[in-house]
């Protein structure tokens, strides 16, 4: 018998794209959407965060 394969966890990680698209509705730069995407998914590395500019 095959094993059995599921796309579950890409259609997680497509839900939570979506999810941030809608919260960060209006953002003007994609480096602000990135960072909250990153924040969103939870666990963000905050050593990085005196690295990025929002301007």
């Known amino acids: 018998m095959a ?18 698209k809608r919260a960060a509705f209006g953002f003007r730069s994609f480096r602000s959407y990135r960072v909250r995407a990153l924040l969103y998914a939870g666990r963000p590395d905050w050593s990085l965060l005196g690295l990025i500019s929002l301007c």
């Open 3 to 20: 094993p059995r394969v599921s796309n579950g966890p890409t259609e997680a990680m497509n839900n939570l794209i979506k999810r941030v």
